[in-house]
């Protein structure tokens, strides 16, 4: 049974800063493209970042570039997302999901491609 959770989550200020991991049951994550979506309230589901198989390609959604780091730790078998300078548009609940495939990241980040295994998400309110 292939098993994801993410933790991290919680209420931040803006311009805060907040740490995301995604840890897996049952699979190595560094087998698997590697990608974080969020969902603000009242909206569609959208891509955030995404980290290749090996961890040397990354790709991030223009409205997070520069604000957040997608990493890999296989030591600990987890996947992160560093956040920083948060803004109230950055609220919403954040998936890790996983694809057996190795396209290109910036399709995942864009929807073009789909992710096959899905964890339950983490809520991230930034507000003052």
């Known amino acids: 049974q292939l098993q994801f959770v993410e933790s991290g989550g919680g209420l931040v200020q803006p311009g805060g800063s907040l740490r995301l991991s995604c840890a897996a049951s049952g699979f190595t994550l560094r087998s698997y493209t590697i990608g974080w979506f969020r969902q603000a309230p009242g909206k569609e589901r959208e891509g955030v970042s995404c980290?290749?198989?090996?961890?040397?390609?990354?790709h991030y959604a223009d409205s997070v570039k520069g604000r957040f780091t997608i990493s890999r730790d296989n030591a600990k078998n987890t996947v992160n997302l560093a956040m920083n300078s948060l803004k109230p548009e950055d609220t919403g609940v954040y998936y890790c999901a996983a694809s057996r495939a190795f396209s290109y990241c910036s399709g995942y980040v864009s929807g073009h491609y789909g992710m096959d295994y899905w964890g339950k998400g983490t809520l991230v309110t930034v507000s003052s």
């Open positions: 980290i290749s198989v090996g961890g040397g390609s990354t």
